[in-house]
């Protein structure tokens, strides 16, 4: 494996390790910058939301139910019914508002811990990025599950511990696949797949159950077939990664991917699902 310190080229610009023992021009100064400028605009968006659910009472009140149901016994039946209560209820408002929140923490966290996340980039591995998007996409998969119609609280809790299993394939995919592998396991990047499918089939059954397309908003379009537009690029950004394909041989620019696809599709899905709160409230 390549020495993590500085090497230049013959043009004398400063070279860093990147993967399979190749050199990388992306330096660490370009990957603090991007680490700090994605942590600022996921806390300034995630601030405004949060402060316009609790400011703005349309958009506070816009929440959906959680329910759990039960069985009970029937008297004059003398048998096992099920039946339904609800036990809260979640402001859609605020959970975009968490959404992107996390993903500010997770890169101050970063930056806070600047050494191990350049320790982390030479052996192939970025541990916070997928801790956080174990919590952070859970949280929005539930939220867009939720829009259509999910409320029952122990779906609900299996789709966030599916999806976050889902990521954590990610970061055992990184383990298993360290800089200097002369092959690649793809095992966790199969289970991983299955693992994110699961919430979609669920997400799905709710969205074709009902039938009445013509009558569901807009806003819920484009947050299906937006979510599942920028939910596939980051398994496509791993297999160029992994492939070393171009650019992606190197682990730097897949990382740098990472930070954009992140910044950009968590802006505009979040932005998305916030405006839905705009809409009259069904729940």
Not at 46 to 75: E, N
Not at 110 to 134: H, K, M, P, Q
Not at 249 to 262: C, M, T
Request: proline share 4%.
């Amino acid at each position: 494996m390549a020495s993590f310190g500085m090497q230049p080229n013959q043009a004398g610009l400063p070279l860093h390790a990147g993967d399979g023992g190749t050199l990388s021009t992306i330096t660490d100064a370009r990957l603090k910058r991007c680490n700090a400028g994605a942590c600022a605009l996921h806390a300034i968006q995630g601030l405004l939301m949060l402060g316009a659910s609790q400011g703005i009472p349309s958009v506070k009140a816009f929440t959906k139910q959680l329910t759990t149901s039960y069985l009970v016994y029937d008297k004059a039946t003398k048998a096992l019914v099920s039946e339904t209560k609800n036990i809260g209820s979640v402001e859609i408002g605020v959970a975009a508002a968490i959404f992107l929140l996390l993903s500010a923490v997770a890169h101050g966290l970063v930056l806070l811990n600047w050494s191990g996340y350049l320790l982390d980039l030479s052996r192939g591995i970025n541990r916070t990025r997928w801790y956080e998007y174990a919590l952070s996409s859970s949280v929005m998969i539930c939220a867009i599950a939720m829009l259509f119609g999910c409320y029952d609280i122990g779906s609900l809790i299996l789709m966030f511990v599916v999806n976050a299993s889902m990521n954590l394939f990610g970061l055992m995919m990184e383990r298993l696949n360290p800089p200097e592998r002369t092959k690649v396991d793809w095992t966790p990047f199969w289970f991983g797949c299955i693992a994110g499918a699961a919430p979609w089939i669920v997400v799905m059954s709710y969205f074709l159950g009902g039938g009445n397309f013509s009558q569901i908003p807009g806003f819920v379009y484009g947050i299906l077939f937006g979510y599942f537009l920028f939910f596939n690029t980051f398994p496509v950004n791993m297999v160029l990664q992994y492939a070393r394909v171009g650019k992606w041989a190197d682990y730097r620019f897949g990382e740098l991917s990472y930070i954009a696809l992140s910044l950009w599709s968590k802006s505009f899905l979040a932005w998305l699902v916030f405006g839905g709160t705009f809409q009259p409230n069904g729940n």
